[in-house]
């Protein structure tokens, strides 16, 4: 049998696993951002015609699956597998935005790094030969991760430079076992870090040291170096988080402050749009991918990324326990292949 | 390639995973339950020498993945992944559980269907070549469990007779890609199923439906009857919820009440121990496995069993928007290979 594992974190796709179609719906204030013309639908109204931040937010996820599910010409019943998670209580948004799609449900908890988790599980079933369609999203809101997490929104309560918005949108890609494309390539899956960090407004410190160690990892364990991507692009470690990422990572040799970015910094406007230093939120590299970066690799404007989603596993009830923010960051390599 | 799918919702492994060690930490009363001779720790105090319960049960978890790595003689190093996720908030038990072992991590979040999901995607992953050795575990505790969704234990509220008692501890199984020992050798991924039921001392009435179409499920997809097995055993119905997914099974052709057991109804003494119907929460269906089920299979009493573990996904969050309980249940075929 070919490789499939190098070094102690990294797999590489024999097969690599396609990304058939993306979808992607974002708020209204995403829309108003640099990337709007990227986004398959923007809301007028954040609450998307429902009566709670919650259920818009599972509406979401209802609205990206059945987006991303049409836009290949496919129903529900063609989906093997749906793998999502979310930032509320027990993963809600995913689990009712789902109900009524009776499609086979793995539900994860990566927080904001969830995108690239489920991309991670579903490419690996699908190189493993067990589903030919497999369709990995997540989602989040604003307005119902700032009342879950931090305080009520009619506080008003201001926020220090290093605070992050929590996007408001989802994003959905549809795996298959197709096999040219946009396709993932290989996996290097992250440990979880824990630098001590407690502030809830501070959370691209929480996450760059978990995000620097797999970005390394990666590089490690493939041989590559950062040239081999036309791009490195972090989740939401917003603007501090991605200069303490960069200098952690070139600090262990990798070079890659000419090639990086982060969602979190491209989705807003951060001179105009007051979000302190960027997106955040497991919906921020989800719409990212799902949008602008699937349009640039489609395109041909870039060839290779290195999609690195970066989750904070920020709880209350862990912080009432006087714990500190946990951090961790999975990365899968995407690449045009035989196109 | 060999047939890995089978109908909808099943996938066969060619090169079964084998459960290379097990290892389950009990509470204190279901170390006083009919099952107590099987846990290979039992806690003389639920705090477990920490100060709060959410403590104790990252505690669980972190003991549970020692003593299942140390069992195999293994350490840290060896495992490739921890696929593990738990009742509370943002998954955290599993979280801070493993914080300090550098093990690349999954988070999942499948409420009390967490091992069945965690060693189906553990088994996937292991069958794919990606990975030799994989830890999938999950924890409850009932102190942590009751104040999070229920009421302050403090009060001592009256439960009715289909409130179940939510289990103390952890199990954990660690995969491996050898070729004899007790295997993995089918998955049926269960679907999201949503009856309205609302009341969280009656979880049983949530998930039979959802188990009972996962059951129906892997045996129309495989063309297998329930005498192929020993033994059916589901995760955490209680016996009012056991009845009626015996009952729904039947409904549609398949006689399973013979070999039907419930992880809920054998770890306690339902006569005795004041359980209402029994057993609940993640660590129910997963201690009851790396135990009692595991020993039997080891010492060949048994030779085939369906595990379904049975999860309501049970959220304040949800509730407080009026929404109902949902269920899901995945099904793991456990088989004596080549012993």
């Known amino acids: ?35 709007a013309d990227y986004f398959d639908m923007i809301l007028e109204d954040d609450l998307f015609g429902e009566k ?26 063609d989906i093997n597998y749906v793998i999502s998670g979310d930032l509320l209580n027990q993963c809600i948004a995913a689990s009712f935005g789902v109900r009524e799609s009776q499609i086979p449900f793995f539900g994860v908890y990566g927080a904001c790094s969830t995108m690239a988790e489920s991309i991670s599980l579903g490419s690996m079933i ?41 996007v408001t949108g989802a994003g959905a890609v549809l795996l298959s076992s197709d096999i040219s494309g946009i396709g993932i390539t290989k996996i290097t ?17 929480a996450m760059a ?4 160690a797999t970005i390394v990892a990666h590089f490690k364990d493939t041989g590559l170096q950062p040239d081999y991507y036309d791009m490195i692009i972090t989740g939401d470690l917003g603007k501090f988080g991605g200069e303490l990422c960069c200098s952690m990572v070139e600090n262990e040799g990798y070079k890659i402050k000419d090639r990086y970015k982060d969602c979190g910094v491209l989705i807003y406007d951060l001179e105009k749009q007051d979000v ?64």
């Open 189 to 205: 899956t992250g440990y979880i870090a824990d630098k001590g960090i407690k502030d809830a407004n501070n959370m691209g410190a």
């Open 276 to 339: 302190a230093c960027g997106g955040s939120g497991c919906g921020c590299s989800a719409v990212v991918l799902t949008s602008y970066l699937y349009q640039l690799l489609k395109e041909g404007f870039i060839k290779r990324i290195l999609f690195v989603a970066t989750g904070a596993l920020l709880s209350t009830t862990s912080s009432q326990q006087g714990e500190s923010i946990l951090g961790i960051a999975h990365a899968v390599s995407v690449e045009r292949i035989g196109i």
């Open 52 to 77: 709670t931040w919650e259920k818009a937010e599972s509406r979401l996820i209802r609205e990206v699956l059945l987006k991303v599910i049409d836009k290949a010409c496919l129903s529900y019943s």
């Open 126 to 166: 699908i190189d493993g030969g067990f589903a030919d369609h497999i369709v990995c999203m997540t989602s989040s809101h604003f307005c119902s991760a700032e009342k879950q997490f931090r305080f009520p929104l009619e506080m008003g309560s201001q926020r220090p430079p290093t605070a992050q918005w929590t």
């Open 1 to 35: 049998m070919a490789v499939k594992r190098v070094g102690n974190q990294t797999v590489i796709l024999q097969k690599p696993p396609i990304i058939l179609e993306s979808a992607s719906i974002a708020g209204k204030k995403e829309g108003e951002g640099p990337l």
């Open 209 to 212: 040291p978990a995000t620097a």
